[in-house]
């Protein structure tokens, strides 16, 4: 299931405990999914990685749903298929619509095609969006 | 500037100048960006994007500032140096704060992150997140 | 299991049996894995790939467990499913612990982030760093 | 030189100063290279990224330098210029060898085209290697 | 099998018979694979996506396996499981032999090889080469 | 000019000349590019890349510019500049067109964009295309 397992809140540490109770409180679920459970492995890694996390989704200037919207679309450009499946869930959870979904997967296929133009047609920065 | 030249407006064949004006005409705006003078080369590459473009980007169920924030964080991923310059002031010219594109930013960090631990540990698709 | 099938040693020609036999010897091991039996369909870039894997991963200024955890950190990166899967075996193989994979893996997350927010926030190469 | 301009030691508030004096006291420089002067825009950010890449660039079950060389070989795998630049630089002060730096391009190219090849032919995961 | 499951032709509006039934004339075939029946959800990206594709992998100026052998080496860069798996068969349908393909991944082994040597060693674009 | 300076022809190791007088003759050139003039730090690596690039090149199953033209759409989807620029020109050199160019990148910037609809879509891999 993963490289070194799972681990189950049952076997977890005192550590790697307050870090899944965090989660489940914070994400009002008591469900912990596997990449928490597979990086627990490391209790410094999942407890940073957690906690940058929750600050960096928290609602701020960008609203909640547009921030899983943005996870999502990162993740498909990097074909990454665990973080599809589960941010694709999360940003549903957040109220993502099938129309929502369906624009933003069109605009994440128009970036990577037009990126490539522009890289391919080997296109000079216009003077005015230098920085 | 480009690996063909940049074609200029009044160099553009009648195809071509459509498109530009259609350009202008959408965005307000009486400049033309490299990309789409590099790309002209290709008539029907040019009218078949920027109409996709045009479409793809019209708000929708999600606004336009999303998207165009979207687009930025493929680019981003993608390190296109041309998209990262242009697409961040598109975003701007729709709206774009720098406290959003702070938190854009720290979203787009973080997904590239978790992706590759996702990745990293082989961590198995959640039952619930299969399709 | 793969495009065209895996060559078997029973069934493999003698130069691609001169491969496999390599493999075994230099790897001290009676195994050999699918990416060979895989690309054996082409003979020249069995032995070309594994001409040059022999040299490049030999000990010589890093030695072989660094270059094993090289050569995961860009599988990651890359997200190759399979070399992920070969290479954590390999790198385990060469030696490496949980708590050093734990650091690599870590490693390899933050570098994927901050290249993306140093591409994000456009920051120009420090003078003392061009080459 | 960025996005927002390059926050300078005298201009900034003192929670970036906390970190530049961090930065410098950590790394025994006087020296801040633009990554932290263009991301201090957001200081939350700032300190973030940089107490993580503290916590994970210490030595511990791996060396400064393969931490160093590590990171590398994932800016060179996604081609970010400003990281290439600035890693190699950190390398070679953590005592990164010519001679280092040779195997290390050669382990990063191999595994970017062996990656490439297992995905090319569909190689299946081999049993013995399934988590 | 998707992430809002695939319309079959039975089940689908007259818009999107009307793509089925095109790419199934087009292609002298009747089968329409799972790509076309997924983004069908959203059928302005179905008609578009189609639209263009036809368009793009007509043969012109480059004969049609010759597009496909290149929209393959594309997708095994991008490592996309799906697109690796139908263009293959795209490929081998307009004509590819196993000897094409055989050195259709040894190039594209080594340009992902080379990619990173150049940008690894930061090798500055000759005057020559400079448009 | 690149991370350990470019090695002229005259101030090369015998082993380095011989090297670089096999790319000369067989591109019937004086030119050496700079990439060559890079790597040549790593004697070993320089000899090792020319002699599989001759190797893979070489017209066989797929002619000189059929490989040109994948090398070049490679390098544009990993978005490597040098690679771009230097590629773009031996393209040319191997008698591609401009029209053939604009095809060559329509059918790259069409794959990009489907590779990521597939991923964000979660398709399944149809039956007929396994392997």
């Known amino acids: ?4 397992g799972l681990i189950e809140y049952n076997d977890a540490s005192p550590q790697v405990k307050a870090v899944y109770d965090d989660i489940m409180t914070t994400r009002k679920t008591d469900y912990i999914n596997n990449f928490w459970k ?4 490391d209790p410094a890694l999942l407890k940073r990685t957690w ?3 929750k600050a960096v989704m928290a609602p701020g200037a960008l609203d909640a749903l547009t921030k899983e919207m943005v996870y999502l679309a990162v993740s498909v450009t990097n074909q990454c298929g665990y973080c599809i499946a589960s941010h694709t869930r999360a940003a549903q959870k957040a109220g993502m ?4 979904f369906a624009e933003l997967m ?4 128009m970036a990577n095609e037009t990126n490539r133009l522009a890289s391919g047609y080997q296109v000079a920065i216009d003077e005015r969006f230098r920085v």
Do not use: C, R, S
């Open 1 to 4: 299931m993963a490289t070194f």
């Open 38 to 41: 597979a990086i627990a492995h």
């Open 51 to 53: 906690e940058d996390l």
């Open 97 to 100: 619509t099938e129309a929502q």
């Open 106 to 109: 069109a605009v994440v296929g």
